[in-house]
């Protein structure tokens, strides 16, 4: 059975860091591209990042380029998400999610907190 | 950059009755190989989002049969044969063919009457 668990979210002041993890289970991690999304308080879901197979290919919405990293582990089926900057806008649950060509986002997280307030 | 306009944004619907979600693209769907591409998810109240649909019209497993999707280009929809309670919540539309950029629609509620 598939799992992905985040970890790693909490309070940080504005313009501080913070760094998510998932970890993967129940499938060929190194198979499949992964993503984050967010969902801010009250609000949609918002695609933030993704990453290829191996590492090699990154995208990124446009509001976070420049201040997120996404990476991944594939020896320890586990994906992360460097925040640096952090902005009041920023505040959201987090999820990690599958990611397949064409098919994406068949698999969730149950998500991880990030408030960013002083 | 592709929008996804949903309509409407708020459901009420009454138990046993049909309903129908829009979802709007500002971009056609359609994929070089001729098929739109296009997923749409559930959300329940204090879970994560759930996959319902992919490639437009696919059920995922376990998703029961009175959820349907339809559509082709920067048309969509998806439609509940009779809601029942547990269909409350929040559903979005996704656009895929643009991968691997993906955005959202802003979600419609659906509530029972």
């Known amino acids: 059975e598939v799992h992905l668990v985040e970890s790693g979210g909490g309070l940080v002041q504005p313009g501080g860091s913070l760094t998510l993890s998932c970890e993967a289970s129940g499938f060929t991690f190194s198979d499949y591209w992964m993503s984050w999304v967010r969902q801010a308080p009250g609000k949609g879901l918002e695609w933030v990042a993704n990453i290829n197979v191996d590492g090699s290919e990154k995208y990124y919405v446009d509001s976070v380029k420049g201040r997120f990293t996404i990476s991944r582990d594939n020896a320890k089926n586990s994906l992360y998400l460097q925040m640096n900057s952090l902005r009041a806008d920023d505040t959201a649950v987090y999820y990690c999610?599958?990611?397949?060509?064409?098919?994406?986002?068949?698999?969730w997280g149950q998500g991880s907190l990030v408030t960013v307030s002083s | 950059d592709v929008v996804m306009t949903q309509s409407p944004l708020s459901l009420p619907v009454t138990l046993g009755q049909p309903a129908s979600i829009s979802c709007r693209s500002s971009?056609?769907?359609?994929?070089?190989?001729?098929?739109?591409?296009l997923n749409w998810f559930q959300q329940r109240p204090g879970q994560s989002p759930r996959r319902l649909i992919y490639?437009?019209?696919n059920r995922d497993s376990g998703v029961p049969d009175r959820f349907s999707g339809s559509g082709s280009g920067t048309n969509f929809t998806l439609k509940i044969s009779r809601v029942e309670a547990e269909d409350v919540g929040v559903y979005y539309c996704?656009?895929?063919?643009?991968?691997?950029?993906?955005?959202f629609g802003q979600g419609t509620k659906l509530e029972i009457k």
């Open positions: 490639k437009v019209s």
């Open positions: 971009h056609s769907l359609i994929y070089s190989d001729g098929d739109s591409y």
């Open positions: 999610t599958r990611d397949q060509w064409l098919v994406p986002f068949d698999y």
């Open positions: 996704m656009q895929v063919t643009h991968w691997p950029l993906y955005t």
